[in-house]
T-cell receptor, first 112, second 112 residues
């Protein structure tokens, strides 16, 4: 069983479109995250949710909106996609605090 | 965010030990030292973490300096599968808003 799963794995779309990436974890964790890894391989946190409540929002444009319907899911909606949004997006989960985080396999988003 | 300094790259031979250094001179008393690694085309993977004492697990050992301003991740017998980017991260407990802040990491090459 995959601990943290993301769908889709690849996403190619045109500028201006709206798209969503889904994330689910079956570990019973109460904290979930979205990270972005750009072309230079730099990993940066975007959002953190704890028990469906937004905890961290790292100055991400309003076009990005995370939604957490329950503790096991954290989806990422992106409106009006831009070329600069092309990256690999990773979802992760943990029990927060100092415990280990588990990452998904990533979603490679390409905006053309 | 607490900063860490790591060499950009290191090289090792298969079945030899590898010592990956990390400097974190601005570490505070509540910062945990976490290590993650990212294999090619995969999401980051937890390796080990510690606070003050040295730690061992099935993947690696973590040696923490007495003043906590540096640490070393030790892979006892490197395998080809250990070729990855290794990240040393300080995780500050902030009442629920803890986040993993990734730096550039050390790219480990393992030679057969």
């Amino acid at each position: 069983d995959t601990a943290v799963s993301q769908t889709p794995k690849y996403l190619v779309t045109q500028m201006g479109n709206d798209k969503s990436i889904k994330c689910e974890q079956n570990l019973g964790h109460d904290t979930m995250y979205w990270y972005k890894q750009d072309s230079k391989k730099f990993l940066k946190i975007m959002f953190s949710y704890n028990n469906k409540e937004l905890i961290i929002n790292e100055t991400v444009p309003n076009r990005f909106s995370p939604k957490s319907p329950d503790k096991a899911h954290l989806n990422l909606h992106i409106n009006s996609l831009e070329l600069g949004d092309s990256a690999v997006y990773f979802c992760a989960s943990s029990f927060g605090r100092t415990t280990e985080a588990f990452f998904g396999q990533g979603t490679r988003l390409t905006v053309v | 965010d607490a900063k860490t300094t790591q060499p950009n790259s290191m090289e090792s031979n298969e079945e030899e030990p590898v010592h990956l250094p990390c400097n974190h001179s601005t570490i505070s008393g509540t910062d945990y030292i976490h290590w993650y690694r990212q294999l090619p085309s995969q999401g980051p993977e937890y390796v080990i973490h510690g606070l003050t004492s040295n730690v061992n697990n099935r993947m690696a050992s973590l040696a923490i300096a007495e003043d906590r301003k540096s640490s070393t991740l030790i892979l006892h017998r490197a395998t080809l599968r250990d070729a990855a980017v290794y990240y040393c991260i300080l995780l500050r407990t902030q009442g629920g808003s803890e986040k993993l802040v990734f730096g550039k990491g050390t790219k480990l090459t393992v030679n057969p």
